[in-house]
Each structure stands twice: as structure tokens, then as C-alpha cells.
């Protein structure tokens, strides 16, 4: 029995997500399943590993993105009763790019040793967080960009949607569309329920941006900056309407708000505090 | 006392206190006339570029000696609300000093050299900045050992001559000693350690990275990015830590490069708990906008052209553009407007047009200032030293 479902998202990059794919399945395959959520891709332009292909009208005009991506996948693993299998689950997104090695046992060797950490992040060697990770390899932060998350299934367990699970609503609140501030809630909901979100220079992800840059028409999205401007002004929306917060600062201050109570009543975690 | 002023005036007000930086007679105008207006503190923060003594030829904003500069604004600044501040004195921080490529030892005595004039000039704030160095990159020991020959020197000097002083330590350029939070928290404790042993005051400021870039016309840190900016921690881990830091030690903590960040970040300024912030270049290029503006809209295209000419000729932009920028020459004039002012034909031109527009009831240098104290009562209402109406 595997210990980790990992979840591909994926629209219209076969190749790119069957990289990937293969990657995943040489340096962990022993760890790991593998599924791949086409997120309205075009049926020409499948993954050979296709798991679910999403195509509702809806989804194959606007695709999924990360969080009705991955609540998809999620609830489709519940819908399957596979989910109670596996002890944690690994989210990415098709760009990612990972080391040649293992990656999923040293994450969850993390996971063994930090038993209240509910979300774990491999560090990029693009992220300046690195700086903060040369004492101890692996540290709690109140912020973590949503590159490739191994999430523990009792802390999914203990924050998501039970009643009717679908993608709109499961782990991540998929009226957020292109996920602006999703990260903030999500990190804010695990110290609220005593879970640590913690990066690891153990191991390295990047996210290779080249794809959305260079072949945005591919991938059905709106050009780099045009994305990024709704990305932006959605994810405000949706942060004072949920929140009534006019700013991303107001978020990362609750966060930090449980981040620090965190710590109040788990003293001996200390030495991961940033 | 000028520590303990500040330290009163941000307890009552909950604000951040504003460095400019004086970029135009136009822009130290427009700063004294705002501080006595309102009655709020405000930094006159002049880089040695910008204003240095006689020895070095002055600086370029209006060829200022520094005892010109602080005669010009302790005449005008009738409520003593400005506070002559030297923004990163220091070795090599003189163009004069990296052009003649001074050794070590001649590069500390002209930095003294300069902090003497600043004294005796009665400037009240003294950055000490000796993070630059043309040979080579010093260590973090090794720019603290030069941190606190300055430190000593300016200390005896403003003792001599009974001028009370306060001063701003550490950079926000990488080669700085105060980039990382051990970086930061081992600068502190040895300064700390160093003042109490030889009874001098104890740093007011530490300038401290916190996300903020200029380029061209814009702010390209991560503060206000909704996106990441490679190899650099996010604002919203690396400020609070930095802030932390700061209030453990008891120093108030100083942003640089402050310019164009939106409202709402600046809003944010005073209840992250951020002491006090710089801005020095989006006042210039508001001026130059403004000069720009009023000629092209009132039938001065000619000089329009001829002042954008000067300023692109200047090559002063070049230091401000992206690696891939997509600037026009247009912008580039715009960015280098200021460090021209000064210059002969600049002064004859704008006197020229300034008739032309006197027909038409505009004055000319009164309608930059006010357009200059626009741009600065943006950052007085955001970091509430001033309420909006």
C-alpha cells in the first residue's frame, strides 16, 4: 500500500505533464500513486496518464485551476473511497520541476519527525526562504507559496468540507478562482487547528513559468500579465467579501495571528519558528 | 532629545515618519513648507551626491555646499520642524572619492572630512553607511569596524562642538550588514555592545531591507508584488521578523527606497510598525513630470524638447534601468530630470518659459512646488502624519 496520492494538475501540456509523470514515478513511484486531473483540456491534447478528465462545459472553457483543481482531485479519491488510504497527499501543478532523486521520502520522513505539521513545502532554489533554512533544514512559516504541497490527510480531514465535497468546496474555497490569498486561508486554517505549515531544503521544487509565459494560448488562459491582473483583482474580491479584508496585509496578519499562538502552546516546536 | 522627540511623536501618533530627499530647491521647499504647515518631523535626507560640502564641490542638487544647503532650509524652516539628515555618509559614498579610487585609510578621513561639515553645519541625523567599498566587499566585521571609527569620530566631533546628534546605521544594499535577520540581530548586539562600552548613544535608526527596489519609475521589490520576486524572502515574512528584531533591540527601524509603492501598502507602513521610510526619486521625477506637463500643455513644446534633450544627454537614468527595459527615451528623461536642474541652460530655459507662462498666469517654480507637495502629502496622509480631509 502507497503512503502518498499525488495529484497532477493539468490543461493541455501532455508532454510537460507526462515529464513529470515519469519523473515522479522513477525517483518515488514506490511511495506514491499518481493521479492527473485534466483540467478541460482538449481531448487531443490528453496526457497519456490521464486519471479524470474534468469537461463540463464550464471547466473546458475556464479549466479548474489550483484549487478547483485540486479539490477535484481530491473529491474524486473520496468519491473512489481511496482517500482514507493514504496518509498524505502531493499537490502540483503540471510546471513543476523536481531534482532527480527522491522526493517523496525525505518528505515524508519530515512528516514522521514533525508530527503537528499538517502542510510541508519543498523549498525553490528560487525562493529567498532558503536564506532562513541553513540551521535547521526544515522550519514553520505563516506564508508558503503553493508550489508543491504534501498535505497530512488528518489535517485535510480536520479543515475540509464534509457536507457534499465537490471542487467548488473541499479543501479550497473554489469561488476563489485563480487562488489570490487561498494560500494565506489555508495556512491560516491549519494553525487555527494546531497544524504547522512548514518548507524544507531537505528537497527542491520550482515552478517553471516559462510554460504559462510562453504558451498561455495553449493552456486556454489569459496572457502572463492579463492573468496576473485577475489573479489580483478576484482574490481581493473574494478576500473582503469572505474576510472583509481590503488588503492581503490584513491576511497575512491573522495568520501570523495563529502562527504565533501556535507556538504560545507548543513550546517545544520553538526551534522551527522562524 | 532628538531621540526621545521622535520616540514620543510616534508613541502618540502611531505613524511613520518621512525622509525626503531633496531632490530640488522646488522639492526642499515643498518639504519645509509641508512640516511647518502641518507641524510634523519631517528628514531632509541628503545622499553626498546630492549635497556635499565645499571640499567636494558640493552636490547636484542646486551645486549646494552642505553649509548652504543648511543655512537655506534653517532660514526658511521657521518651526523647526525639518531634521537635516546625511543619508549613507560614509566612504566612497562621494562620487569624488570612487572616481580618484582612494585607498582605505583616505576614503574613511574624506568620509570624516565630510561628517565634519555635516556637524558643523548642524545637520541632526548621520547615517553611517560604510558598506561600499570600491576594492573590495568587506565582511560584516569588517564594515562594523569602520561603523564604529565613523561612529566615534562624529560623536567627539558634535560633542566639540555641542551640536546634538543622532544617528542611522546599517543598509539596505546587499553588500550591507543588516540583509539578513542573523546579519541584523548580530549588527545590533555588537553596536550595542560597542556604544555601551565606550558611553556613546545608542544607534535611533537601522535601515533594514524590507522589499523595496527602485528601477526606472516604479518600486520592483516584492512589498508591493503580488507575485515572487526570485532569491528574495516575501515581504510578508521578511518585515515582521525584521520588526521583531528591531523592537527587541529598541532601535526604530527605517525602510529606503520607499518611492511608488501603492497607497495601500504605505497605508500599511505605520501598523506594521515600520519607524520610518525614505523617499528620494519620485519627488524629482514628479517635478520633472510636472515641468513637462505645464510646457507641452501651454504651447512650450520647444522646451519641452530642449530640457528632455539635456536630460537624456545626462545619461543620469542609466543607473535606474531594468536589465530588460522596455523604457522609451521620453522615460529616460523623465528619470534623469532632477540631477539637471541645476545645470545653466536648464536655470535659462526655465526662466524663459516661466515669462512665457507668467502671461498666462501661471508661476512657474510655485506650480512645481505645489505639484512636488502633491506627490509628498501622498506619504504624509498615508503614514498618518497627516489626516486626510
Given at each position: 500500500m502507497k503512503k502518498v496520492a499525488t495529484i497532477i494538475l493539468n490543461r493541455n501540456l501532455?508532454?510537460?505533464?507526462?515529464?513529470?509523470?515519469?519523473?515522479?514515478?522513477?525517483?518515488?513511484?514506490?511511495?506514491?500513486?499518481?493521479?492527473?486531473?485534466?483540467?478541460?483540456?482538449?481531448?487531443?491534447?490528453?496526457?497519456?496518464?490521464?486519471?479524470?478528465?474534468?469537461?463540463?462545459?464550464?471547466?473546458?472553457?475556464?479549466?479548474?485551476?489550483?484549487?478547483?483543481?485540486?479539490?477535484?482531485?481530491?473529491?474524486q479519491l473520496l468519491k473512489e473511497g481511496k482517500f482514507d488510504q493514504y496518509d498524505a497527499f502531493f499537490l502540483l501543478t503540471n510546471d513543476t520541476e523536481l531534482k532527480a532523486g527522491p522526493t517523496l521520502a525525505p518528505l515524508i520522513s519530515i512528516l514522521n519527525d514533525h508530527p503537528r505539521v499538517g502542510i510541508l513545502s519543498p523549498c525553490s532554489e528560487r525562493w529567498g526562504e532558503r536564506f532562513l533554512l541553513k540551521t535547521e533544514n526544515t522550519k514553520y512559516f505563516w506564508f508558503i507559496h503553493n508550489n508543491a504541497y504534501l498535505l497530512r490527510r488528518e489535517f485535510i480531514e480536520s479543515i475540509?468540507?464534509?457536507?457534499?465535497?465537490?471542487?467548488?468546496?473541499?479543501?479550497?474555497?473554489?469561488?476563489?478562482?485563480?487562488?489570490?490569498?487561498?494560500?494565506?486561508?489555508?495556512?491560516?486554517?491549519?494553525?487555527?487547528?494546531?497544524?504547522?505549515?512548514?518548507?524544507?531544503?531537505?528537497?527542491?521544487?520550482?515552478?517553471?513559468?516559462?510554460?504559462?509565459?510562453?504558451?498561455?494560448?495553449?493552456?486556454?488562459?489569459?496572457?502572463?500579465?492579463?492573468?496576473?491582473?485577475?489573479?489580483?483583482?478576484?482574490?481581493?474580491?473574494?478576500?473582503?467579501?469572505?474576510?472583509g479584508f481590503n488588503s492581503h496585509w490584513s491576511m497575512q496578519q491573522y495568520v501570523k495571528g495563529f502562527y504565533d499562538k501556535f507556538f504560545e502552546f507548543h513550546p517545544e516546536y520553538s526551534q522551527f519558528k522562524i | 532629545m532628538i531621540h526621545q522627540r521622535l520616540q514620543?511623536?510616534?508613541?502618540?501618533?502611531?505613524?511613520?515618519?518621512?525622509?525626503?530627499?531633496?531632490?530640488?530647491?522646488?522639492?526642499?521647499?515643498?518639504?519645509?513648507?509641508?512640516?511647518n504647515e502641518h507641524e510634523v518631523p519631517i528628514l531632509m535626507i541628503a545622499s553626498r551626491r546630492q549635497i556635499d560640502s565645499e571640499e567636494f564641490g558640493g552636490g547636484y542638487v542646486n551645486n549646494w555646499t552642505t553649509e548652504d544647503f543648511a543655512r537655506y532650509v534653517t532660514d526658511r524652516d521657521k518651526k523647526g520642524k525639518i531634521l537635516l539628515a546625511r543619508d549613507h555618509g560614509g566612504p566612497w559614498q562621494s562620487t569624488k572619492e570612487k572616481d580618484a579610487q582612494l585607498g582605505l585609510r583616505r576614503a574613511m578621513d574624506s568620509a570624516k572630512s565630510s561628517y565634519r561639515a555635516d556637524i558643523a553645519a548642524g545637520f541632526q541625523v548621520?547615517?553611517?553607511?560604510?558598506?561600499?567599498?570600491?576594492?573590495?566587499?568587506?565582511?560584516?566585521?569588517?564594515?562594523?569596524?569602520?561603523?564604529?571609527?565613523?561612529?566615534?569620530?562624529?560623536?567627539?566631533?558634535?560633542?566639540?562642538?555641542?551640536?546634538?546628534?543622532?544617528?542611522?546605521?546599517?543598509?539596505?544594499?546587499?553588500?550591507?550588514?543588516?540583509?539578513?535577520?542573523?546579519?541584523?540581530?548580530?549588527?545590533?548586539?555588537?553596536?550595542?555592545?560597542?556604544?555601551?562600552?565606550?558611553?556613546?548613544?545608542?544607534?535611533?535608526?537601522?535601515?533594514?531591507?524590507?522589499?523595496?527596489?527602485?528601477?526606472?519609475?516604479?518600486?520592483?521589490?516584492?512589498?508591493?508584488?503580488?507575485?515572487?520576486?526570485?532569491n528574495e524572502i516575501p515581504a510578508e515574512i521578511q518585515l515582521p521578523k525584521m520588526i521583531e528584531i528591531c523592537n527587541h533591540h529598541g532601535i526604530f527601524m527605517k525602510e529606503h527606497n520607499t518611492d511608488y509603492l501603492s497607497d495601500e501598502?504605505?497605508?500599511?507602513?505605520?501598523?506594521?510598525?515600520?519607524?520610518?521610510?525614505?523617499?528620494?526619486?519620485?519627488?524629482?521625477?514628479?517635478?520633472?513630470?510636472?515641468?513637462?506637463?505645464?510646457?507641452?500643455?501651454?504651447?512650450?513644446?520647444?522646451?519641452?524638447?530642449?530640457f528632455l534633450k539635456i536630460s537624456y544627454d545626462s545619461n543620469k537614468w542609466d543607473k535606474w534601468m531594468l536589465e530588460n527595459t522596455r523604457a522609451t527615451d521620453r522615460d529616460r528623461s523623465l528619470i534623469a530630470g532632477h540631477y539637471v536642474f541645476s545645470m545653466p541652460e536648464v536655470k535659462e530655459l526655465k526662466i524663459e518659459a516661466g515669462k512665457e507662462l507668467e502671461r498666462k498666469g501661471i508661476h512657474l517654480e510655485e506650480y512645481l512646488k505645489q505639484q512636488v507637495k502633491q506627490s509628498i502629502l501622498r506619504y504624509l496622509r498615508n503614514f498618518r502624519l497627516v489626516r486626510s480631509s
Open positions: 501532455p508532454a510537460v505533464t507526462e515529464r513529470l509523470h515519469e519523473h515522479l514515478t522513477k525517483y518515488d513511484g514506490e511511495q506514491t500513486d499518481i493521479y492527473v486531473v485534466e483540467a478541460g483540456s482538449d481531448i487531443e491534447k490528453l496526457s497519456r496518464y490521464v486519471t479524470w478528465h474534468a469537461n463540463s462545459d464550464e471547466v473546458l472553457r475556464n479549466g479548474l485551476r489550483y484549487g478547483r483543481g485540486m479539490n477535484f482531485g481530491l473529491t475540509c468540507v464534509k457536507e457534499q465535497p465537490d471542487m467548488m468546496d473541499f479543501l479550497f474555497d473554489g469561488t476563489n478562482f485563480r487562488g489570490y490569498g487561498s494560500e494565506h486561508e489555508l495556512i491560516a486554517k491549519a494553525y487555527a487547528n494546531d497544524w504547522a505549515a512548514a518548507i524544507t531544503s531537505e528537497v527542491w521544487a520550482s515552478e517553471n513559468e516559462s510554460h504559462l509565459l510562453d504558451h498561455a494560448d495553449q493552456i486556454k488562459t489569459e496572457g502572463y500579465e492579463e492573468n496576473l491582473k485577475l489573479y489580483v483583482t478576484e482574490g481581493r474580491r473574494w478576500m473582503r467579501k469572505k474576510y | 514620543s511623536f510616534l508613541q502618540k501618533r502611531h505613524c511613520t515618519l518621512l525622509g525626503v530627499g531633496p531632490m530640488s530647491i522646488n522639492c526642499v521647499d515643498a518639504t519645509i513648507e509641508l512640516a548621520l547615517h553611517i553607511d560604510p558598506s561600499v567599498d570600491i576594492h573590495g566587499q568587506p565582511d560584516v566585521d569588517e564594515v562594523l569596524d569602520r561603523v564604529f571609527d565613523l561612529y566615534e569620530f562624529c560623536w567627539t566631533q558634535a560633542q566639540q562642538s555641542k551640536q546634538e546628534i543622532i544617528f542611522e546605521v546599517g543598509t539596505e544594499e546587499q553588500s550591507g550588514s543588516t540583509n539578513s535577520q542573523e546579519e541584523l540581530d548580530y549588527t545590533l548586539n555588537a553596536i550595542k555592545k560597542f556604544c555601551t562600552q565606550n558611553k556613546l548613544p545608542q544607534p535611533t535608526f537601522v535601515v533594514i531591507q524590507c522589499g523595496t527596489r527602485v528601477m526606472e519609475m516604479r518600486n520592483v521589490g516584492s512589498f508591493d508584488s503580488p507575485v515572487r520576486v526570485a501598502g504605505l497605508q500599511w507602513h505605520p501598523r506594521l510598525g515600520i519607524h520610518a521610510a525614505n523617499v528620494a526619486p519620485e519627488f524629482g521625477v514628479a517635478e520633472t513630470k510636472a515641468l513637462v506637463n505645464v510646457l507641452e500643455s501651454n504651447g512650450l513644446s520647444n522646451h519641452a524638447e530642449r
